[in-house]
């Protein structure tokens, strides 16, 4: 499983050698910032393989401690973070800022919203630590996979002769309506709470018994736009949008909340915004679609929405 784009070649041994591979490490839930269309959720699971010399116990390396490690990398770097190229002209790092004794980052983006070449203005207010950034004008698989070896690399001992990471996105079939939001949870104690964090996600939607792609296609495309910040009410500081709705215009919005691990803040152009009710959990997003599509259906059938929070896990809302 090595090659050029996301393995590292190390010291060079005559002892035995083998080969481990661990997959399914666990899955990192990002946002990505893209010039060219703003911020986008991301989903990934990730795999490890490491070759190198094995110890007298027959290990090349403990399975239990390479997961742990991998995790604890990822949480530090990638998972829950607002992923930025800040070798990018796009990318203006602001400086940081105080509230009390709280550290915040503070970042201005712009990106390119059509093919018509209109920007949007984007910024970022950021407790430490919510931005991982990376020396590159834009993000990619291979580009992040290189930056989670060199982290490990740092970790694991000299027996080891090489590393690679794979990222891997979920095996959707062409036909499934998928779409990317971003979303931050200000109640949450973990890091769902950072306003900039996302998913790549499935949705599925039936009526009465039957499943309805159509409708499946049109929320992920037409009413999400395929890439969309989910907001509350309550986290509207400039700017409103109605809940149930997606914002029209370029205008800037700007949210913010308070949370526990800080204060965040984020402005970014309206027509990015879903608005649901109450909280911007995957329960809140999957109820609010069903009952998007209970009205535009106008129908006293059953609506059932299975909508997923990236791999694996998500919700179902029934109205």
């Not at 970042?107 to 390119?112: A, E, G, N, P």
């Not at 990222?167 to 939001?181: G, K, M, P, S, V």
């Not at 929320?219 to 949008?241: C, M, S, W, Y």
């Not at 909280?279 to 059938?301: D, Q």
């Amino acid at each position: 499983m090595k090659n050029a784009s996301n393995s590292s070649d190390l010291n060079e041994d005559t002892g035995i050698r083998g080969t481990v591979f661990l997959n399914d490490i666990t899955t990192v839930d990002c946002a990505i910032f893209d010039p060219s269309k703003g911020v986008l959720g991301q989903s990934w699971d990730v795999d490890v393989t490491l070759t190198g010399t094995l110890g007298d116990n027959g290990f090349v390396f403990d399975f239990g401690l390479l997961k742990k490690m991998v995790r604890q990398v990822l949480k530090s770097s990638l998972d829950h973070a607002l992923i930025m190229p800040i070798n990018s002209q796009a990318v203006q790092f602001k400086g940081m800022e105080f509230r009390g004794s709280e550290k915040s980052e503070w970042w201005h983006m712009k990106s390119r919203l059509s093919k018509a070449g209109a920007e949007g203005d984007w910024e970022y207010h950021s407790p430490n630590g919510a931005v991982f950034p990376v020396r590159s004008v834009a993000i990619n698989r291979p580009i992040l996979e290189q930056e989670v070896v060199r982290s490990l690399r740092h970790r694991l001992p000299q027996e080891i002769l090489s590393i690679s990471v794979t990222l891997r996105e979920e095996d959707i079939d062409a036909t499934e309506a998928t779409f990317r939001y971003t979303h931050g949870i200000a109640g949450h104690e973990g890091m769902c709470q950072r306003l900039f964090h996302g998913h790549r996600s499935r949705l599925q939607v039936f009526v009465g018994e039957e499943r309805r792609p159509d409708l499946e296609h049109y929320i992920a495309r037409d009413v999400l736009g395929a890439n969309v910040h989910i907001a509350t009410p309550g986290q509207f500081r400039k700017g409103e949008i109605a809940t149930g709705t997606r914002g029209k215009t370029r205008d800037p919005i700007t949210l913010g909340y308070q949370a526990s691990q800080g204060y965040f803040e984020a402005t970014m152009p309206a027509e990015r915004i879903f608005c649901v009710e109450r909280e911007t959990s995957i329960e809140c997003i999957a109820a609010e679609i069903a009952r998007l599509v209970k009205r535009e259906e106008n129908t006293n059938e059953r609506v059932r929405v299975i909508c997923y929070e990236g791999m694996s896990k998500g919700a179902v809302s029934e109205c």
